[in-house]
């Protein structure tokens, strides 16, 4: 899934996140470009939990500090 420059932000992050444990057959998102913070890259973290199948997930050029990086990473 390319979502890249798409202006999704903290609570398209957020949204995303809520419906990706239900996304079994999703491979790779590339959200570059998107002005994610900290709490939608938590989001995302969150629900990896629980999503099995994504192998890449790509965050670059967004505004994610050491606090979402932890998370995440």
């Known amino acids: 899934m390319y979502c ?3 202006g999704i932000g903290e ?4 949204a995303i996140a809520e419906c990706m444990e239900m996304m079994d057959s999703l491979k790779k998102i ?3 470009n998107n ?7 938590i989001a995302l973290a969150r629900a990896l ?7 890449s997930l790509y965050l670059e050029n967004n505004n994610i500090t050491s606090i979402g990086a932890k998370e995440i990473g």
């Open 30 to 32: 590339c959200f570059e």
């Open 35 to 41: 002005n994610i913070k900290d709490r939608g890259v």
């Open 4 to 6: 890249d420059s798409n």
């Open 49 to 55: 939990e629980e999503n099995d199948t994504l192998l």
């Open 11 to 14: 609570d398209g992050a957020e």
